[in-house]
């Protein structure tokens, strides 16, 4: 059992590292600022939650439970305030005037508008 | 294992903080620091297993409860001009 | 302040001290009623504190008590011109304070330095700072100024005893003899007469005087013998007493005529005979008219100083020229008559003759006392030798000639003579620059602030 | 622990300090600065002081940089910024 | 690792003196204060750490403990500096209504 | 109106779980002094957070109604969008040439409820391709952020919330 | 008494006095008050109770952190409750008790300088001179409406903390070498570390006390403070805050600095003489009452810094009696020429004419006051400045013993041009003539202080107890024996 | 100009380095590192001593609380004198915040915080943490109000008079305490000789009176520093103040 955990521990966190590494790639890489939100939000959550499954099942392979416990806390806490967090980015970034880059549909502009007149 | 797994992590910190030196946009700072908040949460979350010692994960606690604190307040910053509307 | 039991010459100096105030007092009783009760204060204290440091048996609690009495004279001083005044304080106290300096330098916590000789590595700062103090040459830059300017019982009191203190202290000081305080005392008493001579100011050509009469003193004090020491001593009484009686005289001019300038008067002598007698005593005292108490202080100064030839004739020369400069001071002042000189305004009280007629009388006394008994230490007889008369006279007698002779040579100028006080202004303003380029480095920049203290952290680390 | 992952840590650690010295911006100046913080805190992790690197994640993320970023929105309605480049 | 250590907190405590030292904006001087006052804590910390300690919390858990006694000052320190920089930062607020600048070189009323 | 003591139970509750996973004990002084500190939590926010008149304080709403089975499916749901999302930003961010065409649409949500509103919209930021930016509570719309729109434009992202609402409904019926 | 009480007093008065406005707004005004009795009197009893070493928690010394009481610190203490009861006599006359939140720091500062003084451990030292500093950075910036005080505030605030980091860096060093933190154990086994440690420890420590005191490298906040600060707090910077880092430099320099090292107190010496220098020469220039007088504590500073340089149980005896002596006199200084600034409506001397027909009192206070501190025999001023020039005579330390000697005549300079001007003619008359019965009491209690002060050479309980805190203070095998005994 | 500056900042880099290469040459490394002096005592007699686990705790709130309470009042002071800086002024009001989704998530969010941070304050003799912690943790709750809810909620929510209160109060219980093992124990701040239960250590009850002083210290920072929080956001400007000549 211990050893399956620790294997999957091993799993978890090189997958984890991966996506970690995806989404700052993204973030550099991307051309503006909603853009890099996306990587920011998705794959770092995503990642960050494989690495911290990794290190509780770390805690539990050591039969240390409430440490495994504590991880989950945390990344629950993670997964509860990443999205409201680029939420709130993406909305200081419209509302101060950032135009996203090469937008197809702009919807939000004309609801805007309406709200400023 | 966890030591290349930090190293990783580290090295993925440091190319997120290249988005903070360069960050064209102010709110592209904002985005690489709230990367690199998450980043480093995990990293310490990482760093008690390195250790084997639980105590460590409170501070990984603390920074996922406080770290968002940061980003919101630098988002209403940034949308307002001012925190006290 | 620790005392001590008093010796002859401190009980000299307080008896001397109690004089002049007295007569100072006298005088400045009578200029006006109001307030003049008020104004007597200091002149006490000035007293008190001048015997206290005539008391003083160590070199601190002296220092104490001389910058004591120059605060009490500094308040009278005040009332006649407030610069002068300040120039005055600051003055002594930086005497004191290179007297404190050196005193300091000679003391332990364990005892302080008693009054007296003083080791010889300390003596030249002593010298300074008495120096200031007794108006050597080069520091009496603070002297002609505060005698003219001064009220004029602060200027008797001034001339007449603070001065004096300072050359009590030297007298305290020097213990052998000392030939560069000799060749000071010299220079000093020539120096003081030529300025005189070229001045027009009544109260300014008596401060000059004082410096040349206290130049005999030094020189006669720098002997270091008993002798000299005695002639120091008369004639730092002789001169007080006269001296005293010539700024009262002076100064009753200034009241009568409202005008100190010697271009200015010229019938006092017939105003005010009286006057004009009492001024004749102390002129003929500082000019050393035989018989007179100058004549037997010069008398015994020269007799201390028989080994130095040319100091005598330096001395000599210092008489002539104070008998010309005060023929000149008779003449102008209250002889030398024309129509269009002005009326008198003021008027002396019964208390301002009373005054100087105690200092007359006193002066008298002092000229007569060691004529009719051996009081000085000098072979019998030597006081009436004709030796004595001739050198006393020829001076005189020469100097009334000279005067004759060549009037105009001595008609007083409009104008002051350049002193070394006139280079205060331009030395401060010298001074002052750099300080203004010093008020500059607080500019208010707090990096340059911070980066200053990073540097001395750099030189301290540097220099342990 | 590594040396060499230490020393690649403190370097880390000297850039974001240096970032927050020399960057023109003052709010990626505070970004900066908030990410100092954190890495001095992952810092005392790894020299097992546990205690001090709570406070410092506490004190830096919740008070500090919150306060630098009132202050500096208080400041924004007038005046410049004077560490601007003078052609710019 | 020590020397790093020591060698990374000088180095920041002097990043911090040069920000002060020249750079115009009073954010950026109070951000220096904080650089340095980083650097000292690292400082201080790092003396009490022992290769291969272990937190000191009891109990040991493998190993000797590290010095805690730094630790304790490091965190008063942290506290101490915390308030420092949030009165700083109150004085600038209060600075910039007066004078509508955060430039130190245009603060100078008070001068000579 | 009536508070029904309920409610607040629920989010005792969940304090106290909190409470348990953080001090990590189950001694009895940990859980007494637990329950004092959930009462006081509970007792100090629950009026303004959950009661309170403000706009966005849950009272006078019609709270959701969990199934238990779909509360059980959800998570596994919920990783698995992510793990998706993920993968997917992952493989844009990695290719050689990042070609996006971005949007911003508006999506109508059939939640009446603003609680389930707000949850939807982080799981739409959490899930692949999409980003609230902002919620139009009164009229139950919400602007998203789509990363590409791909070959189906905007229908396929509208389909993809759709899909999403549908399970969330099943979880909250 | 126990010694903590002293320090506990204020801290008590400081955390009451806003529960007093909360919830009875109408005592705090009678609780400033008593609890200032109060800490005066604790503050008195503990430096009367004689020598004394109590350690918090009752550990050991080396565990626990220890106050000591000895005579240097019984006489820091006096003068600390003496100068703090009168600025807050002056600052409840001035203010009233409307700014409750001002009191809250004085008492803290107070707390803090009391601690400063008693304790003897190097941490909780710096600890002290924070809370210490922070106080005087806000007393120092009330009342926050004027332009001065909030720029005066900053700066000192910048430097404050810069030399608080410096002071902590000297701290870290010392504990990095030692592992100690006891200022008594620290003396014995600090001489043990490397040459290099040594210097960075006593370079960072004495900077860090010269910008706290403001002695030149660091003195720059200290015009601006005091010119802009209301008068009761002036008085108080000058008479008591720039003491207490003068208590610790000497506190320090004799307990970690003299063993090790001679040379820093010829780095104390040098300093201290270009800061009398400097503080006389700048206060000769100035035109603002206020600034003049606090040049002048810049130059006292420098005196005060001379007298320790000096190495020896003399100079540290003309330290303390100095410190005493610029205590009365500056505070009394600073509280009158408040009250005259305030008649005129302005601090410019050339405005201040012929205030002695108004203000007879204040006026020859004034003058007493500045002689004093001038150094004009027999004030106290000239006998602590005579205790200073012996000391330093037997030091061999000429030149700052002239310079000293020197600053006399320039300090008579400048005080006589204030002075003048109240002697002078009167150009207008004062607007309003408000009476200051407290301020005039404690002038008057000041000048009484100061003609006590002049005669305690003579007075032998006094004398001698001036002189045992030079010997105990110089003897730091003493100190550490009655701490670890 | 351009010139002028790059001189300045040269000569901020040599200060820079020469200081650092001081300090640098001051670092002693091999004969005191580690344990050494009381350190020792602290470690190994921390459980006689106090019973608490963490080290750290009992030095800070033990051997060396008087350092704690000199550290407490740091902030105090601080608190007060920003109220103080920032005193008699209208206050701005707003309900104005962030979006309607930040607001709902933030209060589902705020009653866990506030659990986290009591845990910390409560569980400061076990684990790391401590008063400060916690306190400052609440601190930035209340920032988080202003922020996200607008500063006329938090205004609702807290009167300044009850955070002045808590914030005396806390300070207060700090000195009773410590007056308390004066009475009793001798010395201030005494703990276990006074009285105070050493308890079991690791368990909730024990360390004495190290919890306590933690709960004190929590109220007393957690109180100022949104105190100190709450006077710094909201400030408008005051007509009356003085402006300084033009420089």
Redesign the interface.
Known sequence: MSDLFFGLSTVFMVAGLFFAFASVVGVIRFPDVYTRLHASTKALSGGAMMILAGTAFRAAAAGHWPAMVKTLLIAAFLLATNPLASHAIARACYRHGIVPKGTVIDEYAEKIRGDRS | MTAFVLWGLLLTAALGFWRVIVGPTIPDRIVAADTLATILTTFIALLAVYFENAVFLDIALAFAVLSFADVLIMAKYFEHGELHR | MTMTRPDNLSLTMIALALVMTGASSLFAGSRDKEGSRRDLVPLWLFCLFACLTALASTWLSFIIGLELSTLSLFTIIRKGDEATSRLYLLAQLAGASVLLFATSLGSSFEGNLPLGPVPPGLFPLFVIGLGVKAALPGLHFWLPRTHSQAPTEASALLSGYAVKMGIYGLLRLVGDPSPPLLLLGIVMALYGVVQALLQHDAKRLLAYHTISQLGFIVAALSTGTPLGRTAALFHIVAHALFKGLLFLSAGSLERLYGSRDLNGLGRAGRDAPLLFGLFLVGASAIAGCPFTSGYVSKIVIKSALTDQGQAVLGLQLAGLGTTLSFCKFGYYGFWKSSGDRPEPRGFLGRQAYGAMALLAAATALVGAGPLLYPLLPLPEGTLLAPKALVDATIPVIAGIVLFALFPGLFRPRHKDVADVENALAPLGRLLLFPLTLLRLSHTGRLRAYIALIVAALIAIFHSL | MSTAFFTFLAAFLVVTALTASEAQDMLSAVIALSVFGVLMAIIFVILQAPDVALTQAIINSGLVTSLFLVAYSQTQKRGDDPDREDDR | MLPISYGTAIVVFCIGLYTILSKRNLFKTVIGLSLMEGGVLMLITSSGYVPGGVPALLPFAGGEPVNPLPHSFTLTAIVIGAADVALALAFIIKIHRRYGTVDIDKIRGLRG | MKVSPIKPMVLAVALFLAWMATTGRLDLPFLLTGAVIVAIVVRITWATFFAGAHDFSLRGKPWPKPCIAALLAYPLFFFGELLYATWEVALIALRPYIELNPAIIRVDSRFHNSTALVLLANQITLTPGTLTIDADIPHQGLYIHALDLGKEGIDGVKKQIHKLEQQMEELIR | MNPVLAIVAPFLAAFTIPLFFVFRKKWVGTAVILFGVLSALTALFVAAGGEAVTVMGGWQPEVGIALVVDSLTTAFLILASLGFSASLSAAAETFGYGPWRFYVLFFLSWAATNGIILTGDLFNLFVFFEIFSVAAYLVVAYPPRSWQAIEAGFKYLIFGTVGALFLLIGIAYAFMATGQLNMAILARVLPRAPEATLSVVIGCLVVGLFIKSGTVPGHFWLPDAHSSAQTPVSALLSGVFVKVSLYALIRLAFLLFGSADDRVFFVLLLFGTVTLCLGHLMAFQQEDIKRLLAYSTVAQVGTIVIAIGCASSGGVTAAVYHAFNHMAAKMGLFLVSGVLAEDRASRDIAQMGGLFRHRPLFVLAFCLFAASIAGIPPLNGFMSKWFLLVAAAERGALIPAAAVVAGTVLSAAYYLRPITAFFGPAETEPPHHRPHPVTGAIVALLALLCLVLALAPYIGPLKEGLLAVGRDTVNGARYIERVLR | ??VHRNL??L???G??????W????????S?????????A???HG??RDTG??????A??F??????????A??????V????????KRRY?R?S?????????????????????A???I??GHL????G??GG??M??VT??F??????S?EAA?VSP?VK??I???G??LF?AI??I??VT???????S?AGFPRGM?????SGGTIPLLNIAVGMKVGAG?ST??Y?????L??P??????E?
């Open positions: 100009m351009r300045q900042r000569g901020a880099l200060l820079s380095l020469a200081l650092g001081w300090l640098w040459q001051g670092v002693t490394i004969p005191f590192q580690g344990i050494t002096g009381p350190a005592r602290y470690i921390t459980a608490a686990a963490n080290v750290v705790a030095i800070l033990d051997y060396r609380g008087f350092d704690t309470l000199g550290e009042s740091v902030i105090y002071t601080t007060c004198g920003v109220a103080l800086l920032f005193a701005r707003s104005h915040g962030l979006s309607f989704i930040v607001k709902r998530g933030m209060a589902l969010l705020v009653p866990f915080i506030l659990l986290y009591s845990s910390i409560v569980m684990s790391p943490g401590g400060f912690q400052a943790v601190a930035t920032v988080l202003c922020v996200i809810y607008g500063s909620f929510r008079k002045e209160t914030e005396s109060s300070a207060l000195t410590g007056l093992g004066l124990g001798g010395a201030f701040l005494t703990n000789a250590m690791g368990h909730l009850v520093l100190l929080f006077s710094m956001v909201k400030i400007e005051d009356t103040e003085s402006s300084p000549p420089v």
